[in-house]
Structures are given as C-alpha cells and as structure tokens.
C-alpha cells in the first residue's frame, strides 16, 4: 500500500469516527435530523461525482500483461481504412488519420491478463473500414 493511500484510509476512518462521535452526542433526536442533512449532501455529491465520470471517461488503451508469441492489435479512433495483415502487420492508407472521429470510440480498451500466442485485436471508432487479412499459405 502506498503512503498516499495509507494516508487517505486513516483520515477517511478519522473523519467517520468524529462524525459518530459528533452525531453520539447530539442525542437521537438531533442525530436524526443530521443524518436526513448530511445524506441529501452525500447524495448531491454522489450524483455530481457519477457525471463527472461520465463525462470525462479516459480513452485509454492498456495490454495490461500481454505477452505475445504472435501480434496484438489495439486500434481506436481512425478515421480511414485499417488493414491488419498476417504475421502482425497493420497499417492504415495515406489518407487515414488517427484524430478522433465526432460520436466514434471512446471509453478503454484492455486486455487483462493477455498471453496470445496468435492475434488479438482490439478495434474501436473506426471511420472508414477495416479488412483483417488472412494468412497466405507458403505451400506449394
């Protein structure tokens, strides 16, 4: 556990005790009507708190523990062709670019505990298309 969150555990569990504290020793009656005050503001905060995280969700991307004996693919907000070839390759045409495209993509992509040993492919906020090559045989 790092200081920080150390830190932050004891005043969270230092700020509760004195709330009890505080509410055990304004009696029942007074107590109640302080936790009908304090629960609207936890409310209001809670909800302003969910749009906040709503609004500005991360577009991240993340392999987590990818180890790859092959080719992984992560591809997000391209506005033009994407072609994935076999054996790892990708690339996108000269005319594709990689700004964000207006209501494509966002949120994160992951790939939590990945171990490929072939492809993996991730895509997301695409523009235009996206064609995944198959491999060509070498056998005569």
């Known amino acids: 556990m790092t200081k920080r969150v150390l830190l932050t555990a004891v005043g969270v569990i230092l700020a509760l005790a004195g709330l009890a504290a505080f509410l055990v020793l304004q009696g029942l009656d007074a107590a109640d009507k302080w936790s009908s005050v304090l629960s609207l503001f936890f409310t209001v905060a809670g909800f302003a708190l969910t749009l906040v995280g709503l609004l500005n969700r991360p577009s991240s991307q993340s392999a987590d523990q990818a ?5 992984l693919h992560q591809i997000r907000n391209v506005t033009g062709d994407v072609v994935i070839r076999a054996g790892g390759g990708t690339s996108t045409p000269p005319a594709a670019t990689t700004s964000p495209v207006e209501g494509q993509g966002g949120g994160t992509q992951s790939a939590h505990g990945a171990r490929t040993a072939g492809d993996l492919h991730q895509i997301d906020g695409v523009g235009g298309s996206v064609r995944i090559e198959p491999p060509t045989s070498s056998t005569p």
């Not at 180890?67 to 080719?71: L, N």
């Open 67 to 71: 180890v790859t004996g092959g080719s």
